[in-house]
């Protein structure tokens, strides 16, 4: 009988690993023995302080970016097998069982750390898609957090030109400019507004809303040119107060939700990138080099640290992006 170890919010702003029985693969599912795993520092920092928007109920089990290696399965898997590297959306823990629908090989060579990127890669994209962003457009990611980071990233790759990161940390902004932002604005020392009506000549086409801050919302709106699209990528956590007669109607804006839980439906008439889809692609993304995560990595530290892993991204902003969990010493 094999007994794991696992991260569990008790209670808010409390992290404490408590040991379980792992559970032995039933059909059509596989055993994992994490390697990696990947703090999405938005999401689980609101789910630890109990945010508005947040279940606010304990205990919580964390995570959703777990990368290991497949040591049993159960009836009915045949294309995964024992030995297999895999990622999956799984939570913060040393052994994970999981349907096998949501378990996907990695590509040869990559790296386990590298691989629990995955996730949070296919979190922003499906917001970048939604942006429709051309060649061309202006481009402004208010937020560089990690779902910002990766929204400015892949904006790049569709073309944003010029691409423009603001945040308030300068550490944030260096990392965006080695992912491909043309311009970086500090928040806490800029004019905001007229730096990038400079840049643009009166707006972004696109504006990227990655905070999760409800008070980032009226800021993005005024950002944006006439008949430009806001994006409103981050969770965000807590309400606002907007001039929609202004800041909205006067300007013809297009607004977008983008939450990853929303993805549009497929219908015959219409293709859209599935969950499955992105998630590959990240993958792919990834093992081409054609995202860096590596630049994204601030800090990697035993499982049994994670108390310590989340002070940090809900203390120390102006330190760390990403921060990955090892689990490779639990045998």
Same mark, same amino acid.
């Given at each position: 009988?094999?007994?794991? @170890?696992?991260?569990?919010?008790?209670?808010?702003?409390?992290?404490?690993?408590?040991?379980?029985?792992?559970?032995?693969?039933?059909?059509?599912?596989?055993?994992?023995?994490?390697?990696?795993?990947?703090?999405?520092?938005?999401?689980?920092?609101?789910?630890?302080?109990?945010?508005?928007?947040? $279940?606010?109920?304990?205990?919580?089990?964390?995570?959703?970016?777990?990368?290991?290696?497949?040591?049993?399965?159960?009836?009915?898997? %045949?294309?995964?097998?024992?030995? !297999?590297?895999?990622?999956?959306?799984?939570?913060?823990?040393?052994? /994970?069982?999981?349907? =096998?629908?949501?378990?996907? @090989?990695? $590509?040869?060579?990559?790296?386990?750390?590298?691989?629990?990127?995955?996730?949070?890669?296919?979190?922003?994209?499906?917001?970048?898609?939604?942006?429709?962003?051309?060649?061309?457009?202006?481009? /402004?990611?208010?937020?560089?957090?990690?779902?910002?980071?990766?929204?400015?990233?892949?904006?790049?790759?569709?073309? #944003?030109?010029?691409?423009?990161?603001?945040?308030?940390?300068?550490?944030?902004? =260096?990392?965006?400019? @080695?992912?491909?932002?043309?311009?970086?604005?500090? #928040?806490?020392?800029?004019?905001?507004?007229? =730096? /990038?009506?400079?840049?643009?000549?009166?707006? #972004?086409?696109?504006?990227?809303?990655?905070?999760?801050?409800?008070?980032?919302? $009226?800021?993005?709106?005024?950002?944006?040119?006439?008949?430009?699209?806001?994006?409103?990528?981050?969770?965000?956590?807590?309400?606002?107060?907007?001039?929609?007669?202004?800041?909205?109607?006067?300007?013809?804006?297009?607004?977008?939700?983008?939450?990853?839980?929303?993805? $549009?439906?497929? %219908?015959?008439?219409?293709?859209? *990138?599935?969950?499955? !889809?992105?998630? =590959?692609?990240?993958?792919?993304?990834?093992?081409?080099?054609?995202? !860096?995560?590596?630049?994204?990595?601030?800090?990697?530290?035993?499982?049994?640290?994670?108390?310590?892993?989340?002070? @940090?991204?809900?203390?120390?902003?102006? %330190?760390?992006?990403?921060?990955?969990? !090892? *689990?490779?010493?639990?045998?």
């Amino acid at each position: 009988m094999v007994r794991g @170890k696992r991260v569990v919010f008790t209670r808010p702003n409390r992290v404490e690993i408590e040991e379980y029985q792992v559970s032995e693969p039933n059909k059509d599912e596989v055993l994992i023995k994490t390697v990696s795993t990947l703090i999405s520092s938005g999401t689980e920092t609101a789910y630890l302080l109990a945010l508005p928007n947040t $279940p606010r109920k304990f205990p919580i089990y964390p995570g959703y970016s777990n990368s290991g290696i497949v040591i049993a399965k159960g009836e009915n898997v %045949e294309d995964i097998g024992v030995g !297999d590297k895999v990622v999956a959306p799984a939570n913060h823990a040393s052994h /994970v069982v999981v349907n =096998k629908r949501y378990v996907y @090989k990695m $590509p040869t060579g990559l790296s386990h750390d590298e691989a629990t990127f995955f996730n949070v890669i296919a979190i922003a994209l499906q917001g970048v898609r939604k942006a429709q962003i051309e060649i061309g457009d202006s481009v /402004v990611v208010l937020g560089l957090g990690l779902i910002g980071q990766l929204a400015l990233a892949l904006a790049k790759l569709n073309g #944003a030109l010029p691409l423009i990161g603001i945040d308030l940390y300068e550490y944030r902004l =260096k990392v965006a400019e @080695k992912l491909g932002a043309d311009y970086i604005i500090n #928040a806490s020392k800029e004019d905001i507004e007229k =730096k /990038v009506y400079g840049i643009t000549n009166g707006g #972004a086409e696109v504006v990227i809303e990655a905070t999760g801050n409800p008070k980032a919302i $009226p800021l993005a709106f005024k950002l944006a040119r006439k008949f430009g699209r806001v994006i409103l990528l981050g969770s965000t956590r807590g309400e606002t107060t907007v001039n929609f007669y202004s800041d909205v109607h006067k300007k013809g804006l297009t607004i977008i939700g983008a939450h990853n839980s929303i993805r $549009p439906r497929y %219908e015959s008439h219409h293709f859209w *990138w599935t969950a499955e !889809d992105d998630i =590959k692609l990240a993958l792919r993304l990834i093992s081409l080099k054609r995202i !860096d995560v590596k630049s994204l990595i601030s800090l990697k530290l035993p499982y049994h640290k994670a108390a310590e892993a989340y002070d @940090k991204l809900i203390n120390a902003k102006n %330190e760390v992006i990403a921060i990955l969990l !090892d *689990w490779s010493s639990i045998g």
